[in-house]
């Protein structure tokens, strides 16, 4: 029925009904909410476009080509190469916007997909799975910062919590990655 923009719209006026309702919702409180919404919005929005330009400039320099060169200078193992982006990715993802290292990376890394014999399907769970890591990394993990400023829970508190996360996230990473059959059972049976 809507737009993904005006369901959003359309999910902040059911909101405030629902908040007026329930008279949990103030007109004085409003200005107060509208305030920590612009400041909220404005420090993630700054954090995407500086990841945005840092992505940038990597594409100018052409950073990415020369890594992908350097890794199928390095090994013709597939093994090798999916740990050699894993690692890439994960670093990546630290300092970059996902969307930014997808548009990035994604055509860089493409052509050497067959070259290792790698499964487009397995290859893009893989890309997925980093970036969605690098939104729980520092320094710039996007998703730290939304949940730091909703939860109004200190940033390095929220850090410490979420370490153990992030170790078994590396872990579920490293399985799918190593076993390609538990990525592509399911489209394998729906092909089938």
């Not at 919404?37 to 080509?65: C, D, H, K, S």
């Not at 050699?84 to 990546?92: A, E, F, G, S, W």
């Not at 997909?113 to 990394?137: E, K, P, R, S």
């Amino acid at each position: 029925m809507f737009t993904p923009t005006e369901s959003v719209a359309v999910a902040c006026i059911i909101a405030i009904i629902i908040g007026f309702t329930y008279k949990e919702l103030k007109v004085t409180k409003i200005p107060d909410i509208l305030k920590n919404t612009v400041v909220n919005t404005a420090t993630i929005t700054f954090l995407i476009v500086m990841a945005n330009v840092f992505g940038f400039v990597l594409a100018y320099e052409q950073i990415p080509q020369l890594i992908a060169n350097g890794m199928l200078n390095l090994s013709e193992s597939p093994i090798v190469f999916l740990l050699l982006v894993n690692v890439m990715l994960l670093l990546l993802g630290t300092v970059l916007d996902g969307i930014a290292a997808l548009i990035i990376l994604v055509p860089v890394l493409l052509p050497l997909l067959a070259t290792y014999q790698i499964d487009l399907v397995h290859f893009g769970v893989i890309i997925t799975i980093n970036l969605t890591i690098g939104l729980m990394t520092p320094p710039v993990g996007t998703g730290l910062f939304i949940v730091s400023s909703v939860a109004k829970v200190r940033l390095e508190s929220l850090i410490r919590a979420s370490v153990p996360f992030l170790i078994v996230s590396i872990i579920m990473l490293f399985i799918l990655t190593y076993c390609q059959d538990a990525v592509l059972w399911l489209p394998n049976f729906l092909s089938d």
